[in-house]
């Protein structure tokens, strides 16, 4: 009989439980009795540590107090012999007032003299003159009348002692010397302070015996062990014997004091002999333990002890203390007995918790069994939505299997349809066979090093179908990974892309041309040039053009840049010439293979020409004049023939040939006065942002705002136009980022409004900056307000990290923004990776798009590339009423210029 897998998963758990309970329980009571004899073992060694870690630090100390002691009877030697020769002073020196004589007062005062003495008739004065020669000695009266430094010759310790006292009137010191009472020759160390009294002319000198301070220090600190205790109920004290096994000191057993004990043993072992095995170790390792059987002194009874000891070498001193097992036999009798009644409290609540988790694991496993009973269900429903999925996917989708090494396991009937091959053919052949020549070799090489690494790869693929015919897919590849994280086969998807690639390429084409002139732009002259190496180019434009803007129209001036154009190109077009219209009024005139000096000539033949004749424009006629500049055989011929330009405007002729001497001065000055004021305004804080309003052609509404940048000086608005290429050559230009982040973030935090912040590229790879963004934007909690619009005037070089960051930006709800759409390079590639939400279109090309239809094809080509990539379109320069209309009738999204208003500081 076949179980249902829930209640087979009921039964494993039940059985399960109970063989744990009982091999648990097994476990338990085999395991209490190893735990009780490691828990004795344990406390054993634990008391035997503890206590010897106690003795050793009572004996160090004991140790370290006798080096206190010495320190302080050394140091106090000096203050007690100086308040001994003070007291002298005082009294010679009255007598001394009187007579003037200081041998005849220190013979009156001879008697008393000889009486001053101390430490066991071992310390006494002596008196010497200027000379050295001696007055008075208390020990010898053999040294009196002779010259103490001729007795010093032979005692260097005691010559620099003297000698120290002539020069600062009073020494301390030491030397060796004769002790009294000792009638041997050996020489002992003696301490000795030597005072000046100017008065009487005369040196004191007081000494004491370095063998009679230690005398005091060891019977002061033998007083202090007779009754120090220490442990517990202080049963602890200490013993002092010598080195020649001499008992010296115990407070307990007194009739081993001042006793031999050298062949005293061990209680019950007779071969230890403790106190001269303690005496050897000590000679030989200054401090250490033994062990051996003593009888306790509290009950009388033999125990095991061991004894720390410690040598103070300098008086042959051993000073032990020890302590006794017994208190660990009653230590660890109340820990059995407490061991034992834990053990078996813990046993049955062991028992007891074993019994509830028996319970429980039946309650858990009868749940679990509903849980599987549910899951089961869902699964069923999950596996009949995924083949709902999966016949989604195949109707919309190109679809295709392989494994891992690139050959194909299955491909749906929309890739039949698309490629052209049957599955029968296609099945185990290599996707190669769809490869078109003209990917690039890194492609393929970036995909399979992304998916081999068990990543996803999306990206547009160029592939072949079977009749040759090219086709674009935009492509997702997802590497498919067993149980253990094993990839097995890979799963593709794809849709095709290639009406969106070929309208691109169409528009690129439209992007490449000037729209009022049908003259090459700005963008095709400077890929022009990338490609020669040499050639003329010339720059010229007409003289004080920006008068009729001002006092006709732009319309006017639009007409006049045409005829100008025309007359341009009529005449060069069949001279081996190119043109291009860079900005505005100006045209550029490049030629590859003529001489400068043929360029120049000709220049010179148009302008005289063409100053006489009139331009004609609705009834009004011109006769206008020309500036040009030249350069040759150069790199940077756009950058040479601009200087060119202007410095024949600055010297009022037709025609400037750049040479190297053209240095722009005051530009350069100009530069450094715009370095200074903007410092000054960042410090200032003169950097403000005006918010210009965007309005939804839809719901009728102002809804957004664009922030532009502005800077305040003397109550004047300057705008970006004049200082921004400055602040980006001299690395002002993040601190003018910040500026604007911060004020605009905080602005709108508390505007239900949505708002746009211009970056650059250079912003972009700005890795602090942008974390700054992100980081400001989360805490304001602003992202699903704020849109990045990314300015389109140069290509993005490293478009995967830019991707990748504003994906991130993306997944908190921020939107992107491509601005200038049709002035810079028009990457559609860039605009499907980076999954823009708007697109602007520039407002160069949104001002002529009444008058010029090619500009409207333009706007309606972006239009509907935008639509089909689900992007919406704002249209920048709206500045008239027919303007709007036509816009509107384009489908375009959103309107941006003066005709909804201007940028202002407040908001509308």
């Known amino acids: 009989m076949k179980l249902p897998l829930s209640k087979l998963n009921f039964l494993t758990l039940l059985t399960s439980a109970l063989l744990f309970s009982c091999v648990t329980a097994f476990f338990v009571f085999k395991f209490s009795n190893d735990f009780y004899e490691n828990r004795v073992e344990e406390i054993e060694k634990k008391y035997i540590q503890n206590n010897k870690i106690l003795i050793k630090n009572e004996v160090d100390k004991v140790v370290k107090r006798t080096e206190t002691l010495q320190n302080l009877a050394y140091k106090n030697n000096k203050i007690i012999l100086k308040d001994k020769i003070d007291f002298l002073l005082r009294v010679l020196s009255s007598n001394y007032s009187l007579n003037k004589n200081i041998e005849k007062t220190i013979n009156e005062y001879k008697p008393h003299l000889d009486y001053y003495k101390w430490d066991n ?103 202090e062990l007779e009754v120090d205790r220490f442990g517990q109920n202080d049963y602890g004290y ?82 032990c203390s020890g302590f006794y097992l017994t208190e660990l036999k009653e230590l660890l009798k109340d820990e059995k007995k407490e061991l034992k009644r834990l053990l078996f409290n813990n046993s049955i609540k062991i028992i007891g918790i074993l019994i509830i988790l028996t319970l429980i694991t039946i309650i858990i496993g009868l749940y679990i069994s509903y849980k599987i009973k549910r899951n089961e269900k869902e699964r069923l429903e999950n596996n009949n939505m995924l083949q709902q999925y999966k016949m989604i996917l195949d109707a919309t989708s190109v679809v295709s299997k392989s494994d891992t090494k690139g050959n194909i396991l299955y491909v749906n009937d929309h890739f039949e349809k698309i490629s052209g091959y049957k599955k029968e053919v296609i099945k185990n052949r290599s996707y190669s066979i769809l490869r078109h020549p003209g990917n690039h070799k890194s492609l393929f090489k970036n995909l399979w090093g992304t998916i081999s690494k ?70 095709s002259l400077i890929n022009h040039l990338a490609k020669k190496s040499k050639g003329v180019l010339a720059l010229i434009n007409i003289d004080r053009f920006k008068e009729i803007n001002d006092s006709f129209n732009h319309k006017t001036g639009d007409e006049v840049i045409k005829i100008f154009a025309n007359r341009l190109f009529n005449y060069f077009a069949e001279k ?46 011109f006769l206008l004049t020309y500036t040009c500049g030249v350069a040759s055989d150069s790199e940077n011929l756009l950058t040479f023939a601009d200087i060119a330009l202007s410095e024949a405007k600055n010297k009022k002729v037709k025609i400037k040939e750049y040479d190297s001497s053209m240095k722009s001065i005051e530009k350069f000055k100009n530069n450094l006065q715009w370095v200074e004021k903007l410092h000054k305004a960042i410090t200032e804080d003169r950097i403000i942002a005006h918010y210009q309003p965007i309005y939804n052609y839809k719901t009728g509404k102002i809804e957004k705002y664009e922030a532009l940048m502005r800077l305040v000086e003397d109550d004047k608005i300057i705008y970006p136009n004049e200082y921004l290429g400055i602040a980006k050559r001299t690395k002002l230009y993040p601190e003018l980022t910040y500026k604007m982040v911060e004020k605009v973030i905080n602005k709108f935090s508390n505007i239900n409004k949505e708002f746009s912040l211009n970056l650059s590229v250079e912003d972009l ?39 990748k960051l504003l994906e991130k930006f993306k997944e908190k709800g921020c939107k992107i923004a491509i601005d200038d759409f049709g002035s810079g390079y028009s990457n559609y590639d860039y605009l499907i990776k980076l999954q823009a939400d708007y697109i602007k279109i520039d407002g160069s090309i949104i001002k002529h798009i009444l008058e010029d239809e090619r500009t409207q094809n333009l706007v309606k080509s972006i239009v509907s590339f935008a639509k089909k990539s689900n992007m919406k379109v704002i249209a920048e320069f709206v500045s008239s009423k027919e303007i709007d209309e036509l816009l509107r009738k384009l489908g375009v999204d959103y309107a941006q210029g003066f005709y909804y208003g201007k940028p202002l500081e407040d908001l509308i």
């Open 454 to 523: 068990g990543n996803i790869w999306k990206g547009i693929i160029k592939n072949r179908r079977k009749n040759g015919e090219t086709y674009f897919s935009k492509t997702t590849i997802v590497p498919i990974k067993d149980s253990k994280g094993e990839i097995i086969e890979y799963i593709s998807s794809s849709t095709d892309v290639t009406e969106l690639i070929e309208n691109r390429s169409k528009l690129n084409d439209l992007f490449k041309n000037d729209p009022l002139t049908g003259l090459g732009n700005r963008v």
């Open 238 to 319: 200490f013993w002092v014997q010598n080195i020649e096994n001499k008992m010296l000191l115990h407070p307990i057993s007194k009739e081993l004091v001042n006793k031999d004990l050298t062949n005293l043993a061990s209680k019950k072992d007779k071969d230890n002999k403790f106190i001269s095995e303690i005496s050897k170790k000590a000679q030989k390792e200054t401090f250490g333990y033994i062990s051996y059987f003593w009888q306790r002194p509290d009950s009388l009874k033999i125990d095991e002890k061991t004894s720390y000891f410690h040598l103070i070498k300098e008086w042959d001193l051993i000073v």
């Open 121 to 223: 008739n071992t310390g006494y004065i002596y008196i010497f003159d200027q000379k050295g020669k001696i007055l008075y000695h208390g020990n010898n009266k053999n040294y009196i009348s002779k010259n103490i430094f001729d007795i010093a010759k032979n005692n260097k310790e005691l010559l620099n002692l003297l000698n120290e006292v002539l020069k600062k009137d009073d020494s301390y010191g030491s030397y060796l010397w004769k002790k009294p009472n000792i009638k041997k020759d050996e020489l002992f160390k003696k301490y000795v302070y030597i005072k000046k009294d100017k008065q009487m002319g005369i040196y004191i000198a007081a000494g004491v015996y370095k063998s009679e301070v230690d005398k005091k220090i060891i019977s002061t600190l033998f007083d």
């Open 765 to 803: 790879m700005n890795e602090e900056l942008m974390t700054y963004i992100f980081d400001f934007a989360q805490q304001k909690k602003i992202f699903h307000k704020m849109v990045l619009e990314i300015v389109e005037s140069e290509e993005i070089e490293d478009s995967d990290y830019i991707t």
């Open 576 to 621: 081996d010439c190119k043109l291009y219209r860079v900005q505005a009024d100006i045209i550029a005139i490049y030629s590859q293979n003529k001489s400068k000096d043929k360029i120049i000539k000709e220049l010179e033949t148009f302008m005289d020409l063409n100053s006489k004749k009139a331009y004609e424009v609705e009834d009004t006629k």
